[in-house]
């Protein structure tokens, strides 16, 4: 009997151990294996159903894009999305492909190929994970590529983002960046990363050696911290764990880089419906104004009903403005620069109080008043805008970026240059200096939409009396026109060859506005037009 027993329990304790040996089953996805947007299967799931690799529907959109999303009963969130993510969305006739040699390849219906994943190691099969990480293994079980080592704008419970490595928001606008030297610092995209550009660091510079490498690990109880790779040290924790006393196998936690360029940590708790509770446990702020390139050239970001939104300088508008990362634009015409210094009679300038922007001056002049910075900027072709702070007038050109309001205890006025587009003619102003205008609260639209109109008009009538006098003139009875009148004869004949320009039969050979003003005010000369050629005779 003893034999018996002492085999049974053998028996037994073999078949645990073999058991604590096998590696847990997955679905494996096979070389020729394949997807479509629009019909099944469109999409490769985890054993858990909770993670999904494939194609999903864009928001408001007929297209589709390849990512990886976590899957919810009424919703999903996206974690990871193909490279090239910001070309145009993927149309219904396309296939995604895990090709026999083992490249996923995305096939239009007119033979154009992107790579997904291209490993010049030999693949067997691919597998979703149930931590969300999509991997292609060789015949040995290795991974040879995942997506976890190619993150987007999401790092997973598990998942580190090595120094080096950077996250980039939906957009593309904002990007995370793990660097070298142990910050973790925010930037916006398209910028020398330098540290006027950054506008959120970790501070973990203490910590930095020329032979020691820092990366960002969110482990799978909710922990995100900065850790030294050599001694896997902790150096920086941003969020300490999750309040849950024991590793939730229902929660399952995310830190992205939203679209707004703030960085997040988030928790998805599972309930027994199949959806999920999302909360946010971390923000790294949440001054959304702090962000830099929230709003565009030429504007700055305020708050209204503790809601963000982005205001055009005084003398811009919107670029589009149903887009405010565009920035603004001039809305008024540049005058000509004459011997180093600025037409004085076709500007103005707006103070704002407690405004600053990023940037360097082009020059900073020692100044003592306001008034004096104000007339400083005015007669200056090269300013823009210029910065009263402290005595000193620190000047710029245009377009200002990172333009945001200061802290009340922070004193600094904005001088901002606006335009004045004025008929008035400029031989009135010569021998009488302008006065300063100094304007705190105006009506900049109304001002400019009367004086295009009135410029129109002003164009108009010109062409149309310049169609008159020039047949009159070439009758040779210019002087008939003006019988019994005392008129200037220069000055005539210079509005009948604006008129002339204003109506030529090709609309390249036609001035601009802005000409017609400087022929108008004398500014520059005006030239002999050629003859209309619904004029000739």
């Known amino acids: 009997m003893a034999p018996i027993s002492i085999a049974f329990f053998l028996f037994l304790f073999i078949s645990f151990a073999g058991g604590r040996a096998q590696p847990k089953q997955s679905s494996h996805i096979g070389p020729g294996s394949s997807l479509s947007p629009t019909t099944q299967p469109s999409s490769w799931l985890s054993l858990s159903n909770r993670f999904a690799f494939g194609f999903y529907q864009l928001q408001d959109t007929t297209g589709f894009a390849v990512g990886i999303w976590l899957i919810g009963k009424h919703n999903k969130t996206v974690v990871w999305t193909a ?49 969300g990480n999509f991997v292609l293994y060789d015949k040995d079980s290795k991974k040879v590529w995942q997506s976890f080592e190619n993150p987007t704008d999401t790092i997973l419970g598990g998942q580190t983002l090595f120094a080096g490595g950077q996250l980039t928001s939906t957009g593309s606008r904002f990007h995370l960046k793990m660097q070298d030297d142990g910050y973790l610092v925010l930037y916006p995209t398209n910028t020398g990363d330098t540290p006027e550009d950054a506008y959120w660091s970790s501070e973990t510079s203490n910590y930095a050696t020329p032979w020691t490498k820092f990366d960002l690990y969110l482990n799978n109880t909710g922990r995100l911290h900065i850790i030294n790779r050599t001694s896997s040290k902790t150096v920086k924790n941003l969020h300490e764990k999750s309040t849950s006393p024991a590793p939730n196998n229902n929660t399952i936690y995310r830190s992205t880089l939203d679209s707004d360029g703030i960085f997040r940590l988030y928790s998805h708790a599972y309930e027994e419906s199949g959806d999920f509770n999302v909360s946010t446990l971390w923000e790294a702020f949440t001054d959304l104004c702090q962000v830099k390139s929230f709003c565009g050239f030429n504007s700055y970001c305020t708050f209204n009903d503790n809601q963000p939104y982005c205001n055009c300088l005084p003398g811009t508008d919107f670029v589009d403005p149903n887009d405010w990362s565009l920035g603004c634009g001039r809305n008024f015409s540049e005058g000509v620069c004459t011997g180093g210094k600025e037409n004085e009679a076709l500007y103005r300038v707006e103070p704002m109080e407690n405004m600053k922007w990023g940037d360097r001056p082009y020059v900073v002049a020692p100044i003592s008043t306001e008034e004096d910075c104000s007339g400083s900027c005015l007669e200056d072709c090269n300013c823009g805008a210029a910065l009263f702070v402290s005595g000193s007038c620190r000047k710029h050109s245009l377009p200002l970026r990172y333009v945001r309001r200061t802290p009340k205890e922070e004193v600094t006025t904005a001088i901002l240059k606006d335009g004045i587009k004025s008929l008035m003619s400029i031989n009135e102003t010569d021998n009488q200096k302008m006065p300063l205008v100094v304007v705190r609260k105006t009506a900049v639209t109304e001002i400019l939409l009367v004086t295009l109109g009135f410029t129109a008009v002003s164009c108009v009538a010109l062409a149309i009396s310049g169609l008159f006098v020039f047949k009159s003139r070439v009758l040779r009875e210019l002087d008939k026109i003006v019988r019994g009148e005392e008129v200037d004869k220069t000055t005539l004949e210079n509005m009948v060859k ?40």
């Open 498 to 537: 604006i008129g002339l320009w204003c109506i030529q039969d090709e609309p390249a050979l036609r001035p601009s506005m802005k000409s017609v003003l400087l022929m108008l005010e004398g500014i520059t000369e005006v030239s002999v037009p050629p003859c209309p050629a619904t004029m000739s005779m």
């Open 83 to 131: 490279p090239n993510r910001d070309d145009p969305p993927i149309t219904s006739n396309t296939t995604l492909e895990f090709s026999t040699e083992g490249m996923l390849i995305l096939k239009s219906e007119r033979g154009q190929q992107n790579l997904i994943a291209n490993e010049i190691r030999s693949v067997s099969y691919a597998t979703m994970l149930d931590s």
